[in-house]
């Protein structure tokens, strides 16, 4: 047999290809393989410029371009049908082709026009390489994906020695790519374990947790223990700071104790926002979420008790964010609360029915107890601040039992000036309070003025105010001066008089008239009076009333009543006429002026109280 001067290279070539075939054999990375496979069949086929591995995509269903060498980034946005092109046909065919001259690749490079400017763009303008290699990777499963070199200069480079060891190479990679897989897939799998593990053990541990948390909120329920208990130890298993507010957001007990009155003024600055999470928690009945910056989360669960919601449990967490074991305490807490509430809920609604009898027995003109004159009366009431005049909505007796616990809070054990307080109820869409006759008023107006004061913080929507009735000696003058008070109040409330404290004495010698008169016939008069005039100042910034008080204030002094206003005599007459046309009403008709003057005198009574009191 003749000597062969390229045995010994292409011994060395075969020697390669094992060598390769077992190094990519140890590789594990997917990525990473397919970069060296193509690197090493440029390597082994020296004649080769270029090459390209596609892997087939299942979910596609298209050869895909996983890596390329020799060509421009364009070449990534081809994709290939199976039977499309050379790598497209050796994928379906399952057979290795050698290409040898460039009219022999033309015909078969039959790819989409789109991919074929994307392929001539890649290789530099070049329509079709001179020579070319491709062979399919197989596997006992089937292919999975092809790979092709080519040299764009050279016809007939490529022999049929060099298919042999593109094929060696193909079969080498394949298998390689399929162990690669299944390394993935393992790797996959065991860090799906790992983390399906850990899932497990957290959920094994919050349920332990929960189980804990709510074995101590039991023991409040066993114990028989407050909610001042409640809410402490809620405090320390969240590790935050619990309110237990009312219905009216009001705080009741607090774990750090708080100066806050309302759930509000735990975070002056977020008060939108947790005004927001308790009115949602309260129209959903379910607990809701507040975030008030800084990682502070406020947690608020409504505590039900039937049809209404009774009041609120808050947790506000600082250090830790909230996780479901403590929304599931909270919630939980919130039901324990409840049973507590509706406790106190029915004693306060005994307390008050109590007091409600011991009123009734003062309007009948009977002494409870042997209690001893003299009587006083203060009868609170609710307006609304940002309604029209003459619309006013009903008042929730909730609201009502709230101003009786502000005024409760404020008299402190009730006791003015020596005299215990008999009585402290609803009565009638108003607050009733009776004292056997306390002898240090101004004591008490200041306190019935805290007491409003306290309640515009829960409730800024409705404005409180008290008028209170002079002492009356016996019993059987209770039931005037209940009425009388009453009356006082409702006129108050249709003039729309925003003092917070009144009293009935206030009214000086016009009481005289109001006693000869029906309640609706006076409210009527002065709605009939002063109505129009009232929203016509306030619609328009005008200064009508102040220019009928002076002019009253001067004996019907047109020019004194102008001093005093600072104003021209035109001005004062101009707003007179004006008032008359909107009161119907003549100044100079003595009925009239005497209507107009009653009825400004209710409206000043609170302002006249101090000076009329002296009288």
Not at 173 to 194: C, H, K, T
Not at 299 to 305: C, F, K, S, T
Not at 359 to 383: D, K, N, T
Not at 403 to 430: F, K, N, S, W, Y
Request: hydrophobic letters at 45%; glycine letters at 6%; proline letters at 5%.
């Amino acid at each position: 047999m003749p000597y062969d001067a390229e045995e010994p290279t292409r011994i060395d070539r075969l020697e390669a290809i094992i060598e390769i075939n077992r190094s990519l054999a140890s590789t594990l990375d997917a990525d990473a393989l397919t970069h060296r496979i193509l690197r090493e069949a440029i390597r082994i086929i020296p004649a080769a410029d270029a090459g390209v591995l596609l892997l087939y995509d299942t979910d596609r269903e298209r050869l895909v371009v996983r890596h390329a060498i020799g060509f421009g980034p364009s070449i990534y946005k081809i994709e290939l049908a199976p039977g499309e092109s050379l790598t497209g046909r050796a994928f379906q065919e399952r057979r290795s082709v050698l290409y040898r001259t460039q009219e022999s690749l033309a015909p078969q490079q039959d790819l989409a026009p789109a991919s074929h400017r994307l392929l001539a763009a890649a290789a530099g303008g070049i329509e079709y390489p001179h020579s070319a290699l491709v062979a399919p990777l197989l596997t006992h499963d089937g292919p999975i994906g092809a790979m092709i070199v080519e040299n764009f200069s050279t016809p007939q480079v490529f022999n049929q020695f060099d298919l042999r060891l593109f094929e060696g190479l193909a079969q080498g990679a394949a298998i390689a790519m399929v162990n690669a897989r299944l390394f993935a897939s393992e790797r996959a799998a065991r860090m799906r374990l790992e983390t399906v593990n850990q899932l497990v053990s957290e959920q094994r541990d919050q349920l332990e947790r929960r189980v804990q948390v709510q074995e101590a909120l039991a023991d409040i329920v066993r114990e028989g223990l407050s909610a001042d208990a409640l809410v402490a130890r809620l405090a320390r298993l969240c590790r935050a700071g619990v309110f237990l507010c009312d219905s009216l957001r009001a705080v009741r007990i607090a774990q750090p104790p708080t100066d806050a009155l309302t759930v509000g003024d735990i975070d002056d600055e977020h008060r939108e926002v947790i005004g927001t999470a308790v009115h949602e928690a309260e129209a959903t009945r379910s607990p809701q979420r507040a975030d008030l910056g800084a990682g502070r989360v406020l947690l608020v669960a409504p505590i039900p008790g039937g049809s209404e919601i009774l009041g609120f449990l808050c947790a506000l967490f600082g250090d830790t964010a909230p996780d479901e074991v403590h929304a599931a305490a909270v919630s939980s807490a919130a039901h324990i609360a409840a049973t507590e509430l509706v406790e106190q809920r029915a004693r306060e609604e005994g307390r008050i029915r109590t007091q409600a009898d011991t009123l009734e027995l003062l309007v009948q003109g009977v002494a409870p107890g042997g209690a001893q004159g003299p009587f006083l009366v203060a009868v609170g009431r609710l307006q609304h601040s940002s309604l029209q005049y003459r619309v006013q909505p009903a008042v929730d007796h909730r609201q009502l039992r709230a101003l009786l616990a502000c005024a409760q809070h404020e008299l402190g054990d009730g006791d003015i000036g020596g005299r215990p307080l008999l009585a402290a109820t609803v009565r009638d869409h108003h607050v009733v309070l009776v004292w056997a006759g306390p002898d240090d008023e101004e004591n008490l107006r200041r306190r019935l003025r805290a007491a409003t004061q306290r309640f515009a913080l829960l409730d800024p929507a409705w404005q409180a105010s008290f008028v209170v009735s002079d002492a009356v000696d016996t019993p059987t003058e209770f039931a005037d001066a209940l009425a009388e008070s009453r009356l006082v109040a409702e006129l108050h409330r249709q003039v729309r008089n925003a003092n917070p404290v009144h009293t009935v004495r206030s009214l000086g010698a016009y009481r005289l008239i109001l006693r000869s008169a029906k309640a609706a016939d006076v409210l009527r008069m002065c709605e009939d009076a002063l109505g129009a005039v009232l929203r016509y100042d306030r619609d328009r910034g005008t200064s009508m009333l102040p220019t009928l008080r002076a002019y009253l204030d001067h004996g019907g002094a047109t020019k004194a009543a102008a001093r005093a206003l600072s104003v021209h005599p035109h001005t004062v007459q101009y707003r007179l006429g004006r008032l008359e046309e909107l009161s119907g009403l003549r100044l100079s008709a003595p009925q009239d002026r005497l209507t107009l003057e009653l009825c400004l005198r209710i409206h000043d009574s609170a302002a006249l109280s101090d000076s009329l009191g002296r009288d």
